[in-house]
Nanobody, 121 residues
C-alpha cells in the first residue's frame, strides 16, 4: 500500500506565497508522475500541475508563471511553490501519484487527502 500526505496549506493574503509538499511512502518501486489537483467549493476537481520523474512539468493555464512544481525522487516528494496567490486559488489541493508498487509492473493511481489553501482578498 502507498500513502500520500500533503502539507503546507493555510491562510494567506492575496499576492502572498505558499509552498505545498506531498510525501509518498509505502511499497514503492517507482513513481512515474506526480501531480497537484485542486477543488474549490461547488466546483469540479481540476489539474494544477504535473511533473514526471525526469522533471518535465505541465501547468494549468490559470497558474502558469505563478506556480512551480518540483520533486525529490529520492524522497518520493513533490512540491508546489505558489506565488502571487489570488482569491480564486482558494481550494483544497490534492496530491496525486502514478506509482509502480514494489513487485508490480504497472501504474496505480494514489491520492492524498488534501490540504486547504485559503487566499483572502
Amino acid at each position: 500500500q502507498v500513502q500520500l500526505v500533503e502539507s503546507g496549506g493555510g491562510l494567506v493574503q492575496a499576492g502572498g506565497s505558499l509552498r505545498l509538499s506531498c510525501a509518498a511512502s509505502g511499497s514503492i518501486f517507482r513513481i512515474n508522475v506526480m501531480g497537484w489537483y485542486r477543488q474549490a467549493p461547488g466546483k469540479q476537481r481540476e489539474l494544477v500541475a504535473t511533473i514526471t520523474n525526469g522533471g518535465s512539468t505541465n501547468y494549468a493555464d490559470s497558474v502558469k508563471g505563478r506556480f512551480t512544481s518540483s520533486r525529490d525522487n529520492a524522497k518520493h516528494t513533490v512540491y508546489l511553490q505558489m506565488n502571487s496567490l489570488k482569491p480564486e486559488d482558494t481550494a483544497v489541493y490534492y496530491c496525486n501519484a502514478l506509482v509502480v508498487p514494489t513487485g508490480g509492473n504497472y501504474d496505480i493511481v494514489y491520492w492524498g487527502k488534501g490540504t486547504l489553501v485559503t487566499v483572502s482578498s
